[in-house]
């Protein structure tokens, strides 16, 4: 059984920044691409990020380059780091990869 922990969101102001974790438990996350998700209130959850076991990185168009998404293997972690943040993202943000997901971290941001 693997578990998805994510931590790092909060409230932060417009601008800002925030960088999430998300620590995986088991021996088999190295071997799987992984994805941040986000999910608003009142909206599908939808893609933000993913990086390959190579860490090919990938980035749904509206991050518009203010996210950095990046592995550690050793660690069994992924992380992204947030800049220039807007109200718009806004929402619980997840990590998965395979069938797993973690249980979601808020991120507010104010404007």
């Known amino acids: 059984q693997v578990e998805l922990v994510e931590s790092g969101g909060g409230l932060v102001q417009a601008g800002g920044s925030l960088t999430l974790s998300c620590v995986a438990s088991?021996?088999?996350?190295?071997?799987?691409?992984v994805g941040w998700y986000r999910q608003a209130p009142g909206k599908q959850r939808e893609l933000v990020a993913d990086i390959t076991t190579d860490s090919i990185t990938d980035y749904a168009d509206f991050v518009e380059g203010r996210f950095t998404i990046s592995r550690d293997n050793a660690k069994n972690t992924v992380y992204l780091q947030m800049n220039s943040l807007k109200p718009e993202d806004t929402a619980v943000y997840y990590c998965?990869?395979?069938?797993?997901w973690g249980q979601g971290t808020q991120v507010t941001v104010s404007a």
């Open positions: 998965a990869f395979w069938t797993y």
């Open positions: 088991g021996n088999i996350f190295s071997s799987y691409p």
